[in-house]
């Protein structure tokens, strides 16, 4: 079984652009969360989504949004970039997101804003 | 406010050494913990969680945490390690009712000397 997939590995950006991050789930999952991950700390949360709809979001501005397509796979978007954007964003998938389940973790996207 | 405190940062043992890695979280109510490794060049992955039951917890390739609630604490253990256990580890929580944000610690690098 494929795991969880996130497209593009790496990309790089400059400050005030617009970026798409995309994910697909395990197959059978239903809840895809979004996380961001600065050099030498622990992901940071900013979504989860579950069937479609957002069941949480941390504390990042309104320049991110993300969303979740009929087939469980999802899309961050950032806009206006900032430089304090570059990160390594992690999308990790479980089958119905209770607090209990286990995630399972993309490689992730390198984003540099320069 | 919510935070997970992992105090080693980078750690280096000899094979057949003990391991404890400590873990203190600040979370109101009922709690999930977790613990996440990543092997180098690898993703995210669960080593073990807790969210009910025997506050002693086995996980995979001979791991364990103990979950101290007086403590706010959930120290990971290895009686062993081996080379292959070098990877970074991190201490997760989230809420145990109606709260899908994970937290995560900062992380520790753990080296295992052959």
Redesign the interface.
Known sequence: DAGVTQSPTHLIKTRGQHVTLRCSPISGHKSVSWYQQVLGQGPQFIFQYYEKEERGRGNFPDRFSARQFPNYSSELNVNALLLGDSALYLCASSLTGLPNEKLFFGSGTQLSVL | AQS?SQHNHHVILSEAASLELGCNYSYGGTV?LFW?VQYPG?????LL?Y?SGDPLVKGIKGFEAEFIKSKFSFNLRKPSVQWSDTAEY?C?V??????????????TRLKVLA
């Not at chain 2, 690898?42 to 669960?46: S, V």
């Not at chain 2, 989230?94 to 992380?107: H, L, Q």
Request: positive net charge; glycine residues 16%.
């Open positions: 997970v999930n996440y690898q993703h995210l992955q669960l969680k969210f991190f997760a989230n809420g145990a009712s109606g709260t899908y944000k994970y937290i995560f610690g900062t992380g």
